[in-house]
């Protein structure tokens, strides 16, 4: 097998095995790592594919693998703006859950004093008042 | 040639057996130390396919700075992680979502073993304009000359993905400094590598980033080593990020993907072309916009790992 | 002679499933950052050793990225796994 | 001359492979974290070391050679200051799996 259609194959499973870590697994940041993997095995399949254009004393063709150094940074690109997505989720919400329905939060209304004030806006209003005392941020939802 | 297809083989499995481990691990944590690790060996990949350039974009974004950004992203969603682990869905599904995605690596398998004979390639075309570049490496050449239009849109794009992550600032916080605050320790061995690395650290990058006109390196690979630099050095707490809301910032943000633009549409009335470069200049030229894109670069990727603004300016 | 230096690449690489093992089995994240840096070393040996069998020196500008970076993902690990300093008594402690 | 020289690389090459599966093995067999970073710094240090030194009379130039002795240079210093901070975090029993 040449060394091209081994890494093609490895870029098609690289791709399988992302796409079920995107479908299966509940955590965002996990998904996230998951569709890095998908995109990786594109990367390498047009990489393998680049290989295989290999002419004019080049070792591949040399389009494919400029377009390859764009798609790269761009992904990174990508991951940190999905990234600081979720961590504003997490800011807002105190949690970075997927369901449409919270029922872990809905069952425990009741009975956690905690979920019951975040839900009246209570946590909001001291919040505010602790960022207005001691004049920092940012670290206010740890001291809850 | 045979040792050669042996040790791809090898590399390949290693590389699928990693992959599998960041899809498999039970923790967030150990995950994200095996996809670093899965980033180092998959730049040597790409040496094994030939494309040295994009090795070096592997090496230096794939496991250096997305490491960083998801190992700071897990650490604060670490208190998440159980109530979240309890939404796994069922084997049914997973079994399910299991046959989904082997169809559709074997479909792609399919097609990866069905790719026309000979291989339709660019490789001559790129070969045969490269003299006129002034240009020895063919990537740089086909980023910056015959593709310019992408290499531009994404120095864009990479500076709308930083408004991006800027934008996701609470209204309290607008205009602060990014990400939390790292405590410094200025005797700690990690002061002591923030102080000793960046240096050559600056050096490899700067060279990574002179070569790239006739060797494998550029902008991009250079931009994000110098990134890394700063990044540890704030990591380290010896200097800390500056405020989003800094004139100076935003000006060196915008100023290498403007500089483009403009020596762009310049070429409209010397060369008749936008995007083209006049006889004789056009090595010089490329320089010019590689030197004006290296600030941009490196404040943006560095930038995009710290994320959104989370501490008020200071006054 | 080349084939001697490919045959201790792939030597080197195969080590490199040894280290993987570790971080499959950790048990602790200090394990799997051990391994995670031995993968960073074994990889830049492989680099190196190609690099001169096939006559392409430019691999030795990834080693060069390689292990400059070496240390990179791991800081952020170890800064992420220790609690910050307690440098004021305002800071609550971490559960 | 070239006939040593050869020598020279096979020994120097096969001793840094050696170091290089010494560590690792050492590093999926010894008991406890603390022992395991012992096996790794044996890999780092010596094994790319010899390497290195293999390779030398092989680079192509004052550049390349110089560029394969900062490789190990900076691979040695990243190597012994994560061993450090990584114990720390080991000897404090690190996060459970």
Redesign the interface.
């Known amino acids: 097998m040449s060394g091209p259609t081994l890494f093609g194959l490895c870029a098609a499973v690289l791709i399988g095995l992302g796409l079920y870590g995107v479908i299966t697994n509940p955590q965002p940041l996990r998904k996230i790592l998951a569709f890095n993997l998908i995109g990786n095995g594109a990367f390498l399949l047009f990489g393998a594919i680049a290989r295989r254009g290999a002419a004019a004393g080049f070792g591949g063709d040399p389009v494919p693998q400029g377009l390859l150094i764009t798609g790269i940074v761009v992904a990174f690109s990508a991951t940190a703006l999905a990234i600081a997505l979720l961590l504003r989720l997490f800011d807002e919400s105190g949690s970075t859950t997927l369901a449409a329905d919270q029922p872990a939060i809905a069952e425990a209304d009741d009975r956690d004093p905690y979920q019951s004030a975040e839900k009246l806006g209570v946590l909001d209003e001291l919040r505010a008042r602790s960022e207005s005392i001691e004049g920092t941020n940012g670290k206010t939802s740890e001291i809850f | 040639m045979t040792v050669t297809s042996a040790l791809a083989m090898v590399l390949a499995l290693i590389l699928l057996a990693i992959a599998a481990y960041t899809v498999a691990a039970r923790r967030t944590f150990a995950a994200i130390e095996g996809f670093v690790a899965y980033g180092l060996l998959l730049s040597i990949a790409w040496v094994a396919l030939s494309s040295i350039d994009v090795a070096l974009t592997e090496a230096a974004i794939g496991s250096g700075l997305t490491g960083v950004l998801l190992i700071g992203a897990a650490a604060r969603l670490r208190t998440t992680e159980a109530a979240l682990s309890a939404e796994r869905p069922g084997a049914p599904l997973r079994w399910l979502a299991a046959a989904a995605s082997a169809a559709v690596a074997g479909g792609i398998a399919v097609a990866v073993l069905s790719l026309p004979d000979p291989a339709p390639t660019l490789a001559p075309a790129a070969a045969e304009h490269l003299a006129s570049t002034g240009l020895g490496n063919p990537v740089t050449a086909v980023l910056i000359a015959y593709r310019a239009l992408d290499t531009l849109l994404e120095s864009i794009v990479v500076v709308f993905a930083l408004i991006g992550v800027w934008s996701l600032t609470p209204d309290r916080t607008w205009g602060g400094r990014p990400g939390p605050e790292h405590a410094a320790d200025p005797n700690g061995i990690l002061a002591y590598l923030a102080r000793l690395l960046p240096p050559i650290g600056i050096t490899v990058g700067l060279y990574i980033f002179w070569v790239g006109a006739d060797l494998p390196g550029g902008k991009f690979q250079g931009a994000t080593i110098l990134a890394a630099m700063w990044l540890l050095v704030m990591m380290a707490g010896l200097t800390d990020a500056p405020p989003i809301s800094r004139t100076w910032l935003r000006i060196l943000l915008v100023a290498g993907p403007l500089l483009f633009i403009a020596i762009g549409f310049a070429g409209a009335l010397t060369a008749g072309a936008v995007l083209a470069y006049p006889e004789g200049y056009a090595k010089l030229l490329i320089k010019v916009i590689e030197a004006a894109l290296m600030p941009t670069l490196t404040l943006t990727l560095a930038l995009l790992v710290a994320g959104a603004s989370e501490r008020t300016a200071p006054p | 002679m080349n084939d001697f230096l490919l045959a201790a690449a792939g030597f080197v690489l195969a080590t490199i499933a040894l280290g993987l093992a570790r971080i499959v089995r950790g048990p602790t994240d200090a394990d799997r950052m051990m391994s995670v840096q031995l993968i960073g070393s074994n990889g830049v040996a492989v680099l190196l050793l190609a690099g001169a069998a096939e006559g392409t020196p430019a691999a030795g500008d990834v080693a060069l990225a390689l292990a400059l970076l070496a240390a990179f993902a791991s800081v952020a690990f170890v800064k992420s796994a220790t609690p910050p300093i307690p440098d004021s008594d305002k800071e609550p402690e971490r559960a | 001359m070239s006939f040593f020289l050869?020598i020279f690389?096979?020994v120097t090459?096969?001793a840094?492979?050696f170091f290089?599966?010494a560590?690792?093995?050492g590093?999926?067999r010894f008991p406890d974290?603390l022992s395991?970073?012992h096996a790794?710094t044996k890999?780092?240090n010596l094994?790319?070391g010899l390497?290195?030194l293999g390779?030398l009379p092989?680079?192509?130039g004052l550049l390349?050679a110089l560029?394969?002795v900062?490789?190990?240079l900076?691979?040695l210093?990243?190597?012994a200051?994560?061993?450090?901070?990584?114990?720390?975090?080991?000897r404090r029993?690190?996060?459970?799996?």
């Open positions: 050869d690389i096979v090459v096969s840094g492979a290089f599966l560590g690792s093995v590093l999926l974290a395991r970073l790794l890999a780092d094994g790319l390497i290195v390779l092989r680079a192509g390349a560029k394969l900062v490789v190990w900076l691979i210093l990243a190597s200051t994560v061993s450090q901070m990584v114990a720390r975090v080991a029993g690190g996060s459970p799996s």
